[in-house]
């Protein structure tokens, strides 16, 4: 076992050695201008880019004139919503998302309340999950798209999707569905689920990082989006820009490899991460599981270790790639909103862990992980008066505690 250990899969993957392989030729010998029509060079490129479409368009059952390629899906995010937003304003400026959103999404919903648009954000239960009910319920005669992802970044929970597309189909409202992290993970049906744009990304998924791509329906509905760059009308006229042809060989591959493997792989990585939790539970007390129980990603574990610092217990274990709460937010030290949102204490999400197992997680590091954890959070629990006290059964919310 080498280390440092990678246990951070959803921040990002590294890049399958079968999908560098498949990109390599394409900076090299072919690398021709997908768009140029004039000779071989561009055929070659042509058709390499119309077969990694279809790879891509496979793994979610769309057509593979329905895939739009992006920069990766903070770019597909803002496409969707933004373009979406401005083409149907005439019927309605109102939009519902959700509270633990990727920042891809509520930043762009932030920027679009600033120009007068209305932004419904829903809440989750303590598992994480929206209730479609509270959709239907928020729904208004102005509301053109909703917004909703497969599955959170930080806590794997997955969501009801296919009832929102139900009822948003019936309302005749569009529905955006950021499917980032469930996209190869997890089977992914876009004519089952009812959802009309769908944002994802090829380093999440063991491809290159900087090309995603946004799933647009052509058909009941045809969605239409207003593109966000101006330029030669490629992606048909969505999103301008010669195409990295080698980065879109690399995610088609990743794509093709997650449909043969996932049946077999998400059944290997949910059991190692089990191994994980029960490794770590059955030696230490107070820690508790962030997310739902059963409809979470087969990779995510977030735990919060009562009476223990993340940021400290991180640096405890430098040698294993974890995150406290959200990467994006680590480098700020609030608790993260989607664990505020969910109704953690903020000691508690102050404790959190987020450990992000992947297609290259062996059993060796899991038990390895689990030895350094406990052994990390008994140090940093001996250290700790709280827990010395709650031990010895004081009620800490009892406490008198002197001056703030
Ligand atoms: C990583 C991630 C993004 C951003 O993807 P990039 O390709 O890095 O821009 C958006 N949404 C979710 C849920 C993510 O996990």
Redesign the pocket.
Known sequence: MKLPIYMDN???TPCDPRVVEAMLPFFTDKFGNSASRNHSFGWEAEEAVDQARKQIAKLIHADSKEIIFT???????NLAIKGVVEMYREKGDHIITSST?????LDATKSLEKKGVQVTYLPVDKAGMINPDDFRNAITDKTILISI?????EIGTIHPIQEIGKIAKEKGILFHC????GVGKIPVDVQELGVDLM??????IYGP????ALYVRRKAPRVRIVPMIDGGGHERGMRSGTLPVPLVVGFGKACELCEEEMPVESIRIAAMRDRLHEGIINALDEVYLNGHITQRLPGNLNLSFAYVEGEALLMGVKEIALSSGSA?TSATLEPSYVLRALGVGSDLAHSSIRFGLGRFTTNEEVDYTVDRMIKAVNHLREMSPLYEMAKEGIDLKSVQWAAH
């Open positions: 959803h921040s990002t920069s990766g899906a903070t770019e597909s995010d959103e990727h920042r891809a999404v992802m497969l599955a959170s970044n950021d499917g980032t992290q944002s994802f990304s090829a380093h999440k990082k900087g090309i995603g994006c």
